[in-house]
């Protein structure tokens, strides 16, 4: 991070800290204020500030969670928070099974995190082919090597896996795998929290309603 950066995050979590959140209107749109936020902590220059931690569960209640890289999310919250993953793996047959999850965002420079709750869909294959073509070469020959979650024996394995696909789609395109692609989560809460000083964060509550979303303060 170079030192102006620095210097702008500094001022921007200062301000957090000490303003916190104002008090929001039921009328507001998360997904904007989603945006302003998201949009601070790619500007301060932290790593992959794209990372989310993805929580889904078994349908006996047992839960798991991992980070995964958000890839795109809709304004007014049509279109949801997308990520992409092979559908061989824990996660994927876990939301196969029971399709809700949550998401969190954790930008600890800034002081912020981000919840997000709702049900999980596939997204269409032509969608995840569109987006499988912007990935790098090596990054799709990797989705199609990996038995993504199953036991490796030794990674030598996995190797001679990686020269396998080189050597089939030697001098050609990579291709969509069948077993590769894209979830979207719907909102249907997101709650913002910002650190504030003695640990008295604030947090403010958006829940969807057929009316909107419906927002609340709630205590630290």
């Known amino acids: 991070m170079s030192f102006r950066a620095k210097l702008k995050t500094l001022f921007t979590a200062g301000k957090g800290i000490a303003l916190g959140l104002p008090d929001l209107a039921a009328g507001n749109d998360p997904i904007a204020l989603f945006g302003e936020w998201y949009r601070a902590a790619e500007e301060s220059g932290m790593l992959l500030p794209e990372t989310m931690t993805l929580a889904t569960c078994t349908p006996a209640g047992r839960p798991s969670a991992r980070a995964v890289l958000l890839k795109r999310w809709g304004v007014g919250g049509d279109d949801g928070f997308v990520f992409f993953t092979n559908y061989g793996s824990r996660k994927a047959k876990e939301l196969d099974e029971n399709p809700f999850a949550a998401l969190l965002f954790h930008w600890p420079i800034l002081e912020r995190q981000v919840r997000v709750e709702g049900p999980v869909e596939r997204i269409s294959e032509e969608e995840s082919a569109a987006y499988f073509q912007t990935r ?33 789609f030697a001098g050609q395109d990579i291709p969509l795998p069948p077993f590769w692609g894209g979830y979207r989560l719907t909102p249907e809460l997101i709650e913002f929290w910002q650190g504030r000083l003695n640990r008295l964060h604030d947090r403010i509550s958006y829940r969807r309603t057929d009316d909107g979303w419906h927002t609340e303060r709630l205590w630290p």
């Open 136 to 168: 790098a070469r090596g990054s799709r020959i990797g989705a199609w090597a990996s038995y993504q979650s199953e036991p490796l024996a030794d990674r030598s394995d996995l190797v001679r896996r990686v020269r396998e696909i080189e050597q089939r």
